[in-house]
């Protein structure tokens, strides 16, 4: 190798590299479970088809139907209520934040977030938007209800993980009513709740056996980790991967333990659901599961404002619920948004207006010329003094039998090699072919090479044709025509066409029709079956 040029190096030293990395994650025990841990992480997030390509499409369907299988074991264990214990007065009395909350950070080498404990669990109330149409931020949220902290709640219906947040999966309970809900009453869910006395239900339960508990406020998400004491993973990393999580566990005091953990970015890459049930059984929490995650998972304080980093492309997201906790709870009373409304539109890229906001950016940047120029040299000509060559075809030698635009054509003719564009067409717009010919020139865009060395001017044009489905030249997304809907059934009332399909960042997305992915925080990409809306509810979207 030392006689190499430093070219055949670097390319040895490539080859030498990929062979070493490759024999690794295919040839060792090692090496496989790295892979199999890229697609638990790839399978959690809305992208889980790509996770393919680290453990083939076989293995991967088997890894996705066995992640559904233990997230359902999970969530079957009875819970025993006679274990939490929740202290103080039932009165409804205003209490500052300082009463009710305190916020730390909490970190790991692999990730940072924030812990909150929230000393009255009757404080927490569930929050939806203010506004029929699409979900509200939790800072807004905050902000308009004057609660002193907010995390994310259920998952949703999220297309291109740029939903309306407006698609709820599952069920919503605020104040004890039923606000929405996309399934029968009798079909148990995944649950995420609390009862009017303050004690945390997680678990899977049908709408109508919590109503019978006496649940107050509630979501729908999952997976559960700790069950009366007990945690549940109890070999590997959960099946998750890594990501953004949001979890929520309770001592036997009644004391809430709530973790929410940045991920996918170079500051946190996220954490494993096995680490965050370890960290709770820690805190001695006897009851745990996972809120939605992924770009859902956030931490908003009344004091500080949103106080983790979502992963996000746009910052904070728009949600159709979210856990705040009040001074005084009853001070919230919500306007059901989901009332009268029989089909909704989950929304995506074609109507979310910070992508439509950058797409706009991106039109209005100044664009490259794309015509041809003339060559600044001049063509060469042939030397007065030199002889005709007898082996050419018998034709003198000329300027025209150069490829320089223009060359061969009449004066003040357009050149017949080249037509420049009228228009330059943009991402799923068709430009059709100019008419000119030119004298062997390689033909620019829109112009027909011609043979031979005489030259038809061309037309010097070329007009773009969009077709039906073009889109804007930065690939903004189109409506499409047909839009991906939910139904929503206010009062535990399933109406026709209610199944969610795929969810942010611990759920998948879900949508009837179209499948689109869920949002979700443990694992964001996991399918939902049609007539269960948690089938395909991830955690981290």
Do not use: C
């Not at 079957?76 to 916020?103: C, H, P, Y």
């Amino acid at each position: 190798m030392r006689g190499w040029s430093w070219l055949k190096r670097t390319y040895a030293t490539i080859f030498a590299v990929g062979f070493i990395i490759s024999s690794f994650l295919f040839l060792t025990p090692t090496g496989e479970a790295s892979r199999e841990w890229m697609a638990q992480t790839v399978i959690t997030t809305q992208h889980r088809s790509w996770a393919w390509m680290f453990v083939g499409g076989e293995k991967r369907d088997r890894m996705v139907a066995q992640l559904h299988l233990d997230r359902e074991l999970m969530g079957t264990e009875r819970q025993n209520f006679d274990m939490i214990n929740v202290g103080g007065s039932t009165k409804t009395v205003k209490r500052t934040a300082e009463e009710l909350i305190k916020v730390e950070d909490i970190s790991a080498p692999l990730w940072k977030g924030k812990k909150m404990y929230v000393y009255d669990p009757r404080a927490i109330r569930v929050v939806v938007p203010s506004k029929s149409g699409e979900g509200e931020r939790i800072s807004s949220m905050v902000e308009r209800t004057g609660a002193y902290a907010g995390i994310n709640g259920g998952g949703f219906v999220d297309p291109d993980g740029l939903g309306n947040g407006f698609a709820p999966i599952g069920f919503i309970i605020s104040g004890g009513e039923i606000l929405y809900t996309d399934q029968d009453g009798s079909i148990a869910q995944h649950v995420v709740g609390f009862t009017k006395e303050g004690v945390l239900v997680v678990g899977k339960y049908t709408i109508d056996q919590l109503l019978e508990m006496g649940i107050s406020e509630a979501v729908m998400f999952y997976p559960r980790v700790i069950a009366n004491g007990k945690g549940l993973i109890t070999s590997g990393d959960g099946g998750w991967g890594r990501g953004p999580r949001t979890a929520i566990g309770q001592k036997e005091d009644g004391t809430v333990v709530i973790m929410v953990i940045d991920g996918r970015q170079t500051h946190s890459v996220g954490a494993t659901l096995k680490e965050i049930q370890d960290l709770m059984l820690e805190e001695g929490v006897v009851n745990a599961g996972f809120l939605d995650g992924g770009a859902s998972s956030e931490l908003v304080t009344q004091a500080d404002g949103l106080i983790t980093k979502p992963s996000s492309r746009y910052g904070e997201r728009r949600l159709p619920s979210a856990l705040l906790v009040f001074g005084d709870p009853s001070d919230y009373v919500p306007n059901n948004p989901w009332e009268g409304v029989t089909e909704i539109d989950p929304g995506g890229a074609y109507d979310h207006p910070d992508f439509l906001k950058e797409q706009a950016e991106n039109r209005n940047k100044p664009k490259p010329s794309v015509s041809p120029s003339a060559s600044s040299s001049a063509t060469p000509k042939p030397d007065k003094s030199a002889e005709p060559d007898s082996s050419a075809s018998g034709k003198p030698a000329s300027p025209e039998a150069s490829g320089s635009p223009g060359a061969g054509q009449p004066s003040g003719a357009a050149p017949g090699g080249s037509a420049s564009p009228g228009a330059s067409p943009g991402a799923g717009g068709t430009a059709s072919p100019g008419t000119g010919t030119g004298a062997g020139n390689s033909p620019s865009p829109g112009a027909t090479a011609g043979a031979g060395g005489s030259a038809t001017p061309g037309t010097g044009t070329a007009t773009p044709k969009p077709s039906s489905s073009a889109g804007t030249e930065t690939g903004a997304s189109v409506q499409p025509s047909v839009k991906a809907t939910s139904t929503a059934s206010p009062g535990g009332v399933k109406l026709p066409g209610a199944s969610a399909g795929q969810q942010s960042d611990a759920a998948g997305v879900a949508k009837p029709s179209t499948t689109p992915a869920t949002t979700g925080g443990a694992g964001n990409g996991a399918a939902v079956s049609p007539g269960s809306a948690a089938a395909n509810a991830g955690s981290g979207g």
